[in-house]
């Protein structure tokens, strides 16, 4: 349902500045591209894919190579002066038992996952960020229309009373209450004027711009809607758990202190590792160092399998004590989490009592700003037949004022909440494994 605000608040746009207009799809999709925060949340996420190698690189076996070479001189019999020589050892070492192995795959899988739904908080917090700044801008920039408008059709009421007041037709009170009346507006009109500015300073944040001026500042397109919108909180509540971000994140944070947890605890258990060692020489019977018979020496290429075994029988406390800590930390992010989870259901409760407050404000706010508009346009018709004095008229205008400055704010708390209410409901922004629609 469009707001009676439409044909009102067209009348005075040219006192804003001449940047370009900007849609609010328009900002929202410039501030996924541009978002300093959504930026680094991005970089962080690719961190977190190298981090998941760090975690995996435990299972893989460690390969190793050396290739001893040089010159061998000096005279012997059959042989050149100077003969070069080299030798190939290479060597794998594989875990067969370790206990860490199991969780550092997990927790290598959990750092992914975080990086990503942290990538989607941010998102989710600067989209609601830069929606917030352009319902703001677009409910001062038309009060500070409303305001501009009153206040020039008082300058008129002055500028007559000024010319009755000459012409001996009234008293120097009713001119000086006239324009008292009038600059009452201005500390208003400056007021709104700073918080437009403000708004779109917000807004050119969020959409990761560096304006050089305020008239270079992005300006707001559109208008504030109302739309009254059925809830139904407990379904709300029960997917709103299931598919907010911060929830899901929270959840991972629980899952990622676990498995450091089981990490720290695998140095309890015993650790076997296999190893494979191999030697390729050209000429056999090359006399290894320390041997003590021929049947040590080296073949012309050989492999030799090991198996190592260890274990850690005591612990001075570095082992409990940092499990300990972290286990800790992993009962601190359960609760935190279960208190998250506990709070929607208030949230959404709370911001769908707004949103029926807020309903019948503006229902009341509309009826009144009909009711002004007919006790206007009887006193400007009274007053050009004499019928009605210049301070009745004055006030029929500032009433008039009033209630549309109501009707106003009641659009601009409407939708404030519903962005509220997309939030809390999880429903602010569809990711791709969201296959929900909004509410409407």
């Known amino acids: 349902m469009k707001t009676p605000l439409a044909s009102i608040i067209a009348c005075a746009l040219p006192i804003l500045s001449k940047a370009e207009p900007a849609t609010l799809e328009a900002v929202l999709n410039a501030t996924l591209d541009k978002n300093p925060a959504i930026q680094q949340a991005k970089i962080n996420l690719e961190k977190a894919a190298g981090q998941r190698l760090v ?8 390969v190793t190579a050396e290739v001893p070479a040089g010159i061998q001189g000096g005279h012997r ?4 002066t100077n003969q070069p020589f080299g030798v190939l050892r290479g060597g794998i070492t594989q875990p067969l038992f370790d206990a860490a192995i199991p969780a550092s795959l997990r927790r290598g899988d959990v750092e992914l996952l975080i990086a990503q739904q942290q990538l989607n908080v941010a998102v989710v917090e600067q989209l609601h960020s830069a929606r ?5 801008a677009l409910y001062n920039r038309d009060l500070l229309s409303l305001s501009a408008k009153l206040q020039r059709r008082l300058d008129e009421n002055v500028a007559s009373q000024k010319d009755r007041y000459k012409s001996g037709l009234i008293d120097r009170g009713a001119f000086t209450s006239a324009t008292v009346q009038a600059r009452a507006l201005d500390s208003q009109i400056e007021s709104s004027r700073r918080a437009y500015t403000e708004a779109r300073l917000q807004l050119a944040a969020a959409m990761g711009l560096a304006p050089s001026s305020t008239e270079n500042l992005p300006e707001p397109k559109g208008e504030l809607q109302f739309a009254p919108i059925v809830i139904d909180v407990d379904s709300e509540t029960e997917a709103a758990v299931k598919r907010r971000t911060d929830l ?5 944070l629980v899952r990622s202190a676990n498995e450091d947890q089981r990490i720290i605890e695998a140095r309890y258990y015993p650790k076997v590792s296999g190893s494979v060692s191999a030697f390729y020489i050209p000429v056999s019977g090359i006399h290894r160092e320390g041997s003590t018979s021929r049947t040590q020496d080296f073949l012309s290429s050989e492999i030799q399998e090991t ?8 612990d001075n406390g570095k082992v409990a004590g940092a499990a300990m800590t972290k286990r800790k930390t992993r009962e601190i992010n359960e609760i935190a989490c279960q208190q998250l989870e506990a709070s929607v259901g208030r ?5 769908r009592n707004d949103l029926g407050a807020i309903e019948a404000g503006y229902r009341s706010f509309a009826a009144a700003v009909d009711a002004a508009e007919h006790d206007r346009a009887a006193v400007r018709q009274n007053l050009g037949g004499g019928l009605a004095s210049e ?9 008039f004022f009033k ?3 109501g009707l106003l704010g009641a659009v601009y708390q409407h939708n404030i909440a519903r962005a509220e209410w997309d939030r809390a409901s999880g429903r602010y922004f569809q990711f791709s494994e969201d296959t929900g629609q909004n509410v409407h």
């Open 55 to 62: 975690f995996r690189s435990k299972v893989w076996p460690i």
């Open 77 to 80: 019999g059959g042989h050149n």
């Open 132 to 136: 917030m700044a352009f319902c703001s």
């Open 248 to 252: 899901k994140l929270a959840r991972l």
């Open 307 to 314: 198996a190592t075994y260890t274990w850690q029988v005591l």
């Open 347 to 351: 949230d959404l409760v709370r911001i």
């Open 391 to 399: 301070l009745e008229y004055r006030l029929a205008e500032s009433d």
């Open 403 to 405: 209630t549309q400055s």
